[in-house]
């Protein structure tokens, strides 16, 4: 994969706060770590499950690998050592997977690693859970491999060619008007493919200087924007809300991209007015960023929609039986999307095709998600097909009702799931999070409801908890709510 663009400046800098290199250290370090990896026994066709943090280690292998044709699969760092050997249920790597490599920040002293000393960066072990005769062969030639986040199932392997990845990367750099005189800040995780494929690798093709940071909170997120002085931030909607929460001076930024949720539109006005352009990006595991908004559009835009699809992508709608013909009136529908550089398929553990029913046999995947398209081609997002319910026989969104808590001055934060039936049709169970200070009561908590949501979407039940449980990701653990609902009558 070419991971370069053609006018990257070998003076910018690659950094974690620790570590730092320049574009120009990259490529003799490439050759020695393929080198490293012959010498191991790796070869070329197999796939290699990377360990991943927001390490610079993490980035210089993930790059090598990529330049240099490996097949590679992201996972976080230390998943692997809690659910290989489980018991029950699947490993979390890959049988097809022959190979384990996991970077390395510290020498054996625990001082920082030297990078010319390439056999410190990183440790290769076989994997304990590969199975004899299971190797892809051709078939797994220069593929990146996703594991999808699991916030709603099990999770699954995505394949996507280098060539497929590439093109979206190229989009991104296009779409979102990225240079080399950017400085990007990047807490989104690397073995996700918003923070790898349209952040990290974009950032890279366009020559940027980049800040990788692990685990980001907003006083170290802080700390680090006054040292490194980004002007381009990726960014969940969630550390959105904490940077317009948290933060007391403002700060212009040519522009921050949120994706990975819904940016709420009462974030948007103020975020912008504080720290300057904000862009909505969307997309999936499987197909990449399919839309985005330009950071030249005017803010009305970039508020109402998350912007027109990629060059590459067509997007359309399709009804459902979930919709009534009030929902079908306003023009809301299934979107589904087709496009050039989407993902291959899904694999089974085994390394078989894996077929989900998401595909229409024309080449259009559904994406699960509930929308508009405007009259002049902009997307508008509604919500997950499996975040909404029919109550009184009319659509109820999670968002919408999550919103609706949050308006509230007693709750910082709200998510909503589903599980079971009620008076009103699908039961509605909704988590939430006391702001600081605040020690709300169920039954106020419910009668204020009444006062902001129509009858049909008050819950039926609030359960308060002091935090929400998380993916690797940092997307909110939904599946674990369901399992733990509770709620009593």
Known sequence: MDIFGPVSNPDSTLTDGILTCTYGDLPPLFGQIDAVLHQAGVGIQDPIVVECDNSLPTAIVLLALLSQGYSVLPIPQGLRSTLDHAPEGPAVIPHFCQHILTPNSKDPAGNPVDLGQVSQLFDVIPNPTAQAGERLGDRGHQKLYMRTSGSTGTPKVVMHSHNGLAANVQACVERLHLTADDRIALPVPLFHLYGLGAGFLPGIKAGASIDLQQGANLLRYLQREQHFNPNVAFLTPIFCETLLKGRRSDRPYRMTVAAGD????????????????????????????????????????????????????????????????????????????????????????????????????????????????????????????????????????????????????????????????????????????????????????????????????????????????????????????????????
Not at 450 to 479: M, W
């Open 262 to 489: 819904r940016v709420r539109e009462d974030t948007f006005g103020p975020y912008e007015s504080r720290f300057g352009c904000l862009v909505k990006l969307y997309g999936s595991t499987e197909m990449g960023a399919l839309t985005a908004s330009s950071p030249l559009e005017p803010a009305s835009d970039r508020l109402q929609s998350v912007g027109h699809p990629m060059a590459d992508v067509e997007m359309r709608l399709v009804s459902s039986d979930q919709l009534t013909p009030e929902d079908v009136a306003k023009g809301i529908g299934e979107l589904w999307c087709r496009r050039q550089a989407g993902f291959e398929g899904y694999l089974d553990w085994h390394g078989q095709p894996l077929d989900l029913g998401q595909w229409d046999g024309e080449g259009w995947f559904c994406t699960k998600d509930l929308g508009r398209l405007w009259p002049d081609g902009r997307v508008e997002v509604l919500g997950r097909c499996d975040h909404s319910v029919n109550r009184d026989g009319l659509l109820v969104f999670f968002a919408d009702v999550e919103r609706a808590l949050m308006s509230l001055a007693a709750v910082e934060s709200a998510v909503v799931v589903s599980k079971g039936e009620s008076q009103r049709g699908k039961n509605l169970t909704a988590y939430c999070i006391p702001a600081q200070g605040q020690s709300p009561l169920v039954a106020d908590l419910r009668r204020s409801c009444f006062e902001v949501l129509p009858n049909r979407a008050v819950p039926d039940h609030i359960v308060i908890l002091d935090n929400l449980p998380l993916l690797a990701n940092g997307k909110v653990d939904r599946q674990k709510l369901m399992h733990q609902i509770d709620a009593p009558d």
